[in-house]
């Protein structure tokens, strides 16, 4: 969708579009994960110059390089201590030294990040040959730790840090540094390549690689480049940088998938039947198969939907529903009547079978048979927790038994989608319809929230026990690090990892990777097995609330404040804009936290008499974005619904959508003409209502409340 480019000129692209994040709330994709999928710490080391022979398949799984366990046996107190020394580094390194002195006698679980702060503040302080005795101790004491490459970085010995730590994003640094020097040194290029392929600043030496040394990249270093290429979305490189990798069924896969996303359709059907020919066996052999309908003539996508229902019967659901489009397309309705009957029968609680019922009755309902919409909205049941395509449906089925008059059964109905899908959309809208007061789209400006970050942290799913430390002490930054060092070159994360890769990212503002990975976990393509453990990884505290970070509160409720707006609200809407990162720019020059373009910013500036602002900024970004909010809500009565779709779509589109009024506002979402518009407005309340049902004590409350009473009605009606 292309933005208006007229006064007052609406703020930039939302997240949605940002082509160079991604997709993360829209089409959700399998077997896509961003982080570096490549090797173990040893094996990659040996890639650099030697090319791995052994079948992936058949080789086990790669270690962690964790610290050695310890245990953790220091009081409270004790690590009170450490904290408040750590706190004052920057501002009184003399009183951190102080405070240190004898303390890793006390808490030896931290002996070495004790000695790195003791170094640090020694620097901090002047005193440069205590620092660099220091140093030189942490080496001796603790050579093979993290603290070591940080030790090495402090003591200028590059070589020794990129060679002995690879994996510490130090080493980057020192890579980055030696190759102003020496652009062109394949070994240099090539480490880059293999441990910091997800990093932006590395794209350009992938190219740099690719060009000066197309011969001397082994198999294995291709993959991750492909990889590297794959997360900045340059998906024709990423192809033919697959199609040189290590062969083995994922990036056999992903060569497909990546003339997919180019628009490559008849190279992405020949990669995927290609690669689902020679693994077969292959868990990314039915999802291969799956992708070739997509981008193949419906005659031949109906063959390999048949297929994909003989030989991988746990995916005969979607490929069921796959097949009804596609005969829908063929214009064959017995076929579609058929494939409706088998997809039920065979597959009645599964989320693809939901989304065909949901479809048909939205037909009904369309056509004016709410009694017929309602029966079928009523019986869609998926086994896909958190499913929205189920939260919608029974969302509409309370509003159709509204306007039937069965009152009661529309209350049961709404209790039941807060109940069953908490952080869906349609709970916040079902809250609204059962009367609670967490804002509507014509008052929800003007409310406020008393949000609370959480205080209290537990324990990760992954990590070693110097990484759990660290994070528990809120010691975010090194508790990140030491998870790179540990993890860096490691194939393939597990869903414990994922999960504590996507926290510990989120905790240093590594927020767009941090919240995919957590969001991934509603879509890999994993066994029964996996997705039970998924389930219960989503329920340990971290996930939502690192899922929806409480990032920036202070500065969004002082400008919220000042502009009469909802802070929970603003929140929501940053984080859909840019993932609160604060120096973001998309492919249309949006800029910042709340994705401002250039010429509003300049617009606004003018209006508020301002001549010295940087968007890059978090607070005039901020100040910016919160401003251009109150005026879109000032150009539609303060209806937030249409404010919001005026932040994404402009004030121009959404006067042309409202000549004739709103009507149900609900029905007016439906029927936005701009998909992501659509999309944009129902994530961004999505968001409001998540920030509110994790920070608000008073919604949590009645969360709690009404939930224990709330019993489940799915099967009384």
Same mark, same amino acid.
């Given at each position: 969708?292309?933005?208006?480019?007229?006064?007052?000129?609406?703020?930039?692209?939302?997240?949605?579009?940002?082509?160079?994040?991604?997709?993360?709330?829209?089409?959700?994709?399998?077997?896509?994960?961003?982080?570096?999928?490549?090797?173990?710490?040893?094996?990659?080391?040996?890639?650099?110059?030697?090319?791995?022979?052994?079948?992936?398949?058949?080789?086990?799984?790669?270690?962690?390089?964790?610290?050695?366990?310890?245990?953790?046996?220091?009081?409270?107190?004790?690590?009170?201590?450490?904290?408040?020394?750590?706190?004052?580094?920057?501002?009184?390194?003399?009183?951190?030294?102080?405070?240190?002195?004898?303390?890793?006698?006390?808490?030896?679980?931290?002996?070495?990040?004790?000695?790195?702060?003791?170094?640090?503040?020694?620097?901090?302080?002047?005193?440069?040959?205590?620092?660099?005795?220091?140093?030189?101790?942490?080496?001796?004491?603790?050579?093979?730790?993290?603290?070591?490459?940080?030790?090495?970085?402090?003591?200028?010995?590059?070589?020794?840090?990129?060679?002995?730590?690879?994996?510490?994003?130090?080493?980057?640094?020192?890579?980055?540094?030696?190759?102003?020097?020496?652009?062109?040194?394949?070994?240099?290029?090539?480490?880059?390549?293999?441990?910091?392929?997800?990093?932006?600043?590395?794209?350009?030496?992938?190219?740099?690689?690719?060009?000066?040394?197309?011969?001397?990249?082994?198999?294995?270093?291709?993959?991750?480049?492909?990889?590297?290429?794959?997360?900045?979305?340059?998906?024709?490189?990423?192809?033919?940088?697959?199609?040189?990798?290590?062969?083995?069924?994922?990036?056999?896969?992903?060569?497909?998938?990546?003339?997919?996303?180019?628009?490559?359709?008849?190279?992405?059907?020949?990669?995927?039947?290609?690669?689902?020919?020679?693994?077969?066996?292959?868990?990314?052999?039915?999802?291969?198969?799956?992708?070739?309908?997509?981008?193949?003539?419906?005659?031949?996508?109906?063959?390999?939907?048949?297929?994909?229902?003989?030989?991988?019967?746990?995916?005969?659901?979607?490929?069921?529903?796959?097949?009804?489009?596609?005969?829908?397309?063929?214009?064959?309705?017995?076929?579609?009547?058929?494939?409706?009957?088998?997809?039920?029968?065979?597959?009645?609680?599964?989320?693809?079978?939901?989304?065909?019922?949901?479809?048909?009755?939205?037909?009904?309902?369309?056509?004016?048979?709410?009694?017929?919409?309602?029966? #079928?909205?009523?019986?869609? +049941? /998926? $086994? &896909?927790?958190?499913? =929205? !395509?189920?939260?919608?449906?029974?969302?509409? @089925?309370?509003?159709?038994?509204?306007?039937?008059?069965?009152?009661?059964?529309?209350?049961?109905?709404?209790?039941?989608?807060?109940?069953?899908?908490?952080?869906?959309?349609?709970?916040?809208?079902?809250?609204?319809?059962?009367?609670?007061?967490?804002?509507?789209?014509?008052?929800?400006?003007?409310?406020?929230?008393?949000?609370?970050?959480?205080?209290?942290?537990?324990?990760?799913?992954?990590?070693?026990?110097?990484?759990?430390?660290?994070?528990?002490?809120?010691?975010?930054?090194?508790?990140?690090?030491?998870?790179?060092?540990?993890?860096?070159?490691?194939?393939?994360?597990?869903?414990?990892?994922?999960?504590?890769?996507?926290?510990?990212?989120?905790?240093?503002?590594?927020?767009?990777?941090?919240?995919?990975?957590?969001?991934? #976990?509603?879509?890999?393509? +994993? /066994? $029964? &097995?996996?997705?039970? =453990? !998924?389930?219960?990884?989503?329920?340990?505290? @971290?996930?939502?609330?690192?899922?929806?970070?409480?990032?920036?509160?202070?500065?969004?409720?002082?400008?919220?404040?000042?502009?009469?707006?909802?802070?929970?609200?603003?929140?929501?809407?940053?984080?859909?804009?840019?993932?609160?990162?604060?120096?973001?720019?998309?492919?249309?020059?949006?800029?910042?936290?709340?994705?401002?373009?250039?010429?509003?910013?300049?617009?606004?500036?003018?209006?508020?008499?301002?001549?010295?602002?940087?968007?890059?900024?978090?607070?005039?970004?901020?100040?910016?974005?919160?401003?251009?909010?109150?005026?879109?809500?000032?150009?539609?009565?303060?209806?937030?619904?249409?404010?919001?779709?005026?932040?994404?779509?402009?004030?121009?589109?959404?006067?042309?959508?409202?000549?004739?009024?709103?009507?149900?506002?609900?029905?007016?979402?439906?029927?936005?003409?701009?998909?992501?518009?659509?999309?944009?407005?129902?994530?961004?309340?999505?968001?409001?209502?998540?920030?509110?049902?994790?920070?608000?004590?008073?919604?949590?409350?009645?969360?709690?409340?009404?939930?224990?009473?709330?019993?489940?009605?799915?099967?009384?009606?």
């Amino acid at each position: 969708m292309n933005k208006v480019k007229h006064l007052p000129i609406l703020v930039g692209f939302s997240i949605l579009a940002i082509a160079s994040l991604g997709t993360f709330l829209t089409a959700r994709p399998a077997l896509e994960h961003p982080l570096p999928q490549s090797f173990s710490q040893e094996s990659a080391k040996k890639l650099l110059t030697a090319e791995a022979q052994a079948d992936p398949q058949n080789t086990p799984k790669n270690d962690l390089k964790i610290s050695q366990s310890r245990p953790v046996q220091a009081s409270s107190k004790v690590k009170e201590r450490y904290q408040s020394a750590v706190a004052q580094l920057s501002t009184n390194p003399r009183q951190t030294i102080d405070d240190l002195i004898g303390l890793e006698t006390e808490y030896p679980a931290l002996a070495e990040y004790i000695w790195l702060k003791r170094a640090q503040a020694y620097t901090l302080a002047g005193d440069r040959p205590q620092a660099a005795n220091t140093y030189q101790q942490i080496l001796q004491q603790f050579p093979q730790s993290a603290v070591a490459a940080e030790a090495l970085f402090a003591l200028a010995q590059t070589q020794a840090l990129i060679q002995k730590f690879p994996s510490h994003p130090r080493a980057l640094t020192a890579i980055l540094n030696e190759l102003k020097r020496t652009p062109n040194r394949l070994d240099l290029l090539s480490t880059a390549a293999v441990y910091f392929h997800d990093r932006k600043e590395v794209l350009p030496l992938l190219d740099r690689l690719v060009a000066k040394y197309p011969r001397q990249i082994t198999a294995a270093q291709w993959w991750a480049i492909a990889e590297g290429y794959f997360d900045q979305r340059d998906f024709v490189k990423a192809a033919n940088a697959y199609s040189r990798a290590t062969p083995n069924s994922f990036t056999a896969y992903r060569v497909g998938r990546s003339w997919q996303r180019a628009g490559k359709r008849s190279q992405a059907l020949a990669a995927y039947l290609s690669m689902a020919r020679i693994y077969p066996a292959a868990a990314e052999a039915p999802r291969a198969l799956l992708r070739a309908i997509e981008v193949a003539e419906p005659t031949q996508g109906v063959g390999l939907a048949d297929r994909v229902v003989s030989a991988y019967p746990t995916m005969a659901a979607e490929a069921l529903l796959s097949k009804y489009d596609l005969a829908l397309k063929l214009n064959s309705k017995n076929l579609a009547a058929l494939v409706r009957r088998t997809l039920t029968t065979q597959s009645p609680t599964s989320e693809f079978t939901a989304t065909l019922t949901w479809r048909l009755a939205q037909q009904q309902a369309k056509s004016g048979n709410l009694h017929e919409a309602l029966r #079928l909205a009523k019986s869609v +049941v /998926s $086994d &896909l927790p958190h499913s =929205e !395509i189920e939260a919608e449906a029974i969302y509409w @089925a309370g509003k159709w038994s509204n306007r039937l008059g069965d009152r009661g059964t529309a209350t049961k109905l709404f209790q039941q989608v807060i109940k069953d899908n908490t952080a869906s959309y349609f709970a916040w809208r079902s809250a609204v319809q059962i009367g609670w007061q967490v804002g509507d789209f014509n008052n929800v400006r003007s409310l406020s929230f008393d949000l609370r970050a959480p205080n209290q942290r537990q324990t990760l799913p992954a990590g070693s026990d110097l990484v759990q430390e660290l994070y528990l002490l809120k010691q975010d930054r090194d508790a990140a690090t030491q998870w790179q060092f540990e993890t860096r070159g490691k194939l393939p994360l597990n869903v414990k990892e994922i999960f504590t890769d996507g926290v510990l990212r989120v905790g240093v503002n590594d927020n767009i990777i941090g919240i995919y990975q957590l969001d991934s #976990l509603n879509w890999l393509d +994993v /066994s $029964d &097995l996996v997705k039970a =453990e !998924i389930k219960r990884l989503q329920t340990h505290p @971290a996930y939502y609330q690192n899922l929806y970070p409480f990032a920036y509160g202070e500065a969004i409720a002082k400008w919220s404040n000042r502009m009469n707006l909802n802070p929970a609200l603003v929140t929501g809407l940053i984080r859909q804009e840019s993932r609160f990162e604060a120096e973001i720019l998309s492919v249309v020059g949006a800029t910042g936290l709340m994705q401002i373009m250039p010429e509003t910013g300049a617009w606004i500036a003018g209006k508020k008499r301002r001549s010295n602002y940087a968007l890059r900024n978090p607070e005039d970004n901020i100040e910016f974005g919160t401003f251009y909010l109150d005026y879109t809500h000032s150009r539609f009565n303060n209806n937030s619904m249409l404010a919001v779709a005026s932040y994404n779509a402009g004030p121009g589109a959404v006067s042309g959508w409202v000549t004739s009024g709103i009507g149900d506002p609900d029905e007016f979402i439906q029927k936005i003409p701009y998909s992501e518009t659509r999309g944009y407005v129902k994530h961004v309340f999505e968001n409001y209502w998540n920030y509110l049902r994790i920070y608000s004590p008073e919604i949590q409350a009645k969360l709690n409340q009404k939930l224990r009473r709330t019993l489940r009605v799915r099967h009384s009606f």
